[in-house]
């Protein structure tokens, strides 16, 4: 079992930045791939970001490219979200979760593990 706590959500304003993190216990944190996904009101679980085990490979969705940057730290076990240049569109509940898959993977049935999620709203 891995155990994810998300924290760092909030309400900003446009053009603003929000800094997430996910804290991890439980089985070894660098076994696993780690992702963030969101969920709008509505809407289903989507794919932000995701990182692989070491750290040396990200990946994005198309509609947060250089604006957000995913990072993790293995002696922390913890695993971030940058967000810059937050839009109104963004906002949702971001969720980490991990992955034992050792490949890029995007859909929600790929991740074993999630936590919480935390609120991120983005509005003037």
């Known amino acids: 079992q891995v155990q994810l706590v998300e924290s760092g959500g909030g309400l900003v304003q446009p053009g603003g930045s929000l800094r997430l993190s996910c804290a991890a216990s439980g089985r070894t944190f660098s076994n696993y791939a780690m992702g963030w996904f969101r969920q709008a009101p509505g809407k289903e679980r989507e794919f932000v970001a995701r990182?692989?085990?070491?750290?040396?490979?990200?990946y994005y969705v198309d509609s947060v490219k250089g604006r957000f940057t995913i990072s993790r730290d293995n002696a922390k076990n913890t695993v971030d979200l940058q967000m810059n240049s937050l839009k109104p569109e963004d906002t949702a509940v971001y969720y980490c979760?991990?992955?034992?898959?050792?490949?890029?993977?995007?859909?929600?049935?790929?991740?074993?593990?999630w936590g919480q999620g935390t609120q991120v709203t983005v509005s003037s």
């Open positions: 990182i692989s085990r070491g750290g040396g490979n990200t």
């Open positions: 979760a991990a992955s034992s898959r050792h490949v890029v993977v995007t859909k929600t049935t790929e991740y074993t593990y």
